[in-house]
């Protein structure tokens, strides 16, 4: 009797556009935006336990983190700003881990999200950033989750601070963002932020 083998694991996910990407080797031929921002609009924030009667998506995070990215970078140009628009983008396959979890699971999450990522700048043709636009990101990025933790997610401001850091005064048009959507919208205002960056 011959014996049967299960065949390898499945590393591929199949998106809505018609791709199979690879999660443990993406290809940047197998990047599409359209599947970004579906997907990132369907991602919540925070394990979903945000304040609303919408999950605030990882879609508007994105669109959070750009505007903060701008406000304290006046001088940003739009490749910049298609780069604080992107840094979520491999949570489109891979979900949205908080970062405790991240933490305890360890090196194998990041190379993945490392790999997705560098997959994405090249499908979109943005470089891997330079030290200042990385600290940037990251700057942004904490005073986003400042904000998304205070005003949805129900954290004191001492908390917040301890955590993430001090945010800066905004303004309300940035502020506004922190509001959640409904997913269409979301996933519509990704989408149309990336094909204004695109064609400035």
């Given at each position: 009797?011959?014996?049967?083998?299960?065949?390898?694991?499945?590393?591929?996910?199949?998106?809505?556009?018609?791709?199979?990407?690879?999660?443990?080797?993406?290809?940047?031929?197998?990047?599409?935006?359209?599947?970004?921002?579906?997907?990132?609009?369907?991602?919540?924030?925070?394990?979903?336990?945000?304040?609303?009667?919408?999950?605030?998506?990882?879609?508007?995070?994105?669109?959070?983190?750009?505007?903060v990215g701008r406000h304290?970078?006046?001088?940003?140009?739009?490749?910049?700003?298609?780069?604080?628009?992107?840094?979520?983008?491999?949570?489109?396959?891979?979900?949205?881990i908080i970062s405790p979890?991240?933490?305890?699971?360890?090196?194998?999450?990041?190379?993945?999200?490392?790999?997705?990522?560098?997959a994405v700048r090249g499908?979109?043709?943005?470089?891997?950033?330079?030290?200042?636009?990385?600290?940037?990101?990251?700057?942004?990025?904490?005073?986003?989750?400042?904000?998304?933790?205070?005003?949805?997610?129900?954290?004191?401001?001492?908390?917040?601070?301890?955590?993430?850091?001090?945010?800066?005064?905004?303004?309300?048009?940035?502020?506004?963002?922190?509001?959640?959507?409904?997913?269409?919208?979301?996933?519509?205002?990704?989408?149309?932020?990336?094909?204004?960056?695109?064609?400035?």
């Amino acid at each position: 009797m011959s014996e049967t083998h299960d065949p390898a694991p499945r590393a591929w996910q199949r998106m809505l556009s018609g791709r199979r990407l690879d999660l443990l080797d993406p290809a940047p031929r197998d990047i599409e935006i359209a599947d970004i921002a579906h997907g990132l609009a369907r991602v919540a924030r925070w394990n979903g336990q945000t304040r609303g009667p919408h999950v605030f998506s990882v879609a508007q995070h994105s669109l959070l983190v750009e505007a903060v990215g701008r406000h304290i970078a006046p001088g940003c140009t739009d490749p910049e700003g298609l780069e604080l628009l992107l840094h979520d983008a491999p949570e489109y396959v891979v979900g949205d881990i908080i970062s405790p979890l991240k933490a305890a699971i360890g090196d194998a999450y990041r190379g993945v999200e490392l790999r997705l990522l560098a997959a994405v700048r090249g499908r979109f043709g943005l470089a891997e950033p330079a030290p200042a636009l990385g600290r940037l990101v990251k700057r942004a990025d904490r005073i986003a989750a400042h904000i998304e933790a205070v005003e949805l997610a129900g954290f004191t401001q001492d908390e917040a601070v301890r955590y993430f850091g001090d945010a800066p005064d905004l303004p309300e048009s940035v502020r506004a963002l922190a509001e959640p959507w409904p997913t269409a919208q979301a996933e519509a205002q990704f989408l149309d932020r990336f094909q204004a960056l695109c064609r400035a």
